[in-house]
């Protein structure tokens, strides 16, 4: 009786730390758009060695890519929250929107940077890609993992 109560408080205690460290773990700082974009620059600025005259022209290219960002989530958040689906015109015409704004966004760091600077660039766009990709492969997992364990 004894070793079975120890057990089941072992393992009580076991669920209730990896739980709080989860918690600890998915926090992140909710930095300004002005704090993220100076991040961005600064990460930048030590993988490609962008000069100064770079920096400035590249600050406004991603601050407004983050801004767009910020405004596409919110009204993304909204839809989900009144349970609304679009249409498929109204996702075709949301999809193109996003690609044409990153090719004019490549097309305006192909003038700014130099030729080995853009192919680092792409390089760095490519892993970053490839890492949201895996993210977004065990958020799933997880989800179906919860869903399991609700049943």
Known sequence: MKKTAS???LVFAFTFTTQ??????NKKPNFSIEQRTELAIKRMTLALDLSDKQQ???????MAQAQDRKAAMKKRKALRDEEKKLSADELFAMKNQQL?????FKNKMK?????????KFEKMAKKR???GKQMLKRKGMKKR??????R
């Open 7 to 9: 057990i089941l408080l």
């Open 20 to 25: 709080a460290q989860q918690k600890k773990r």
């Open 56 to 62: 400035d022209e590249i600050k406004p290219l991603l």
């Open 100 to 104: 044409e704004a990153k090719i004019e």
């Open 111 to 119: 003038d700014i940077l130099k030729a080995e600077q853009f192919e």
């Open 129 to 131: 890609k490839q890492k």
């Open 145 to 150: 993992m919860g869903n399991r364990r609700g």
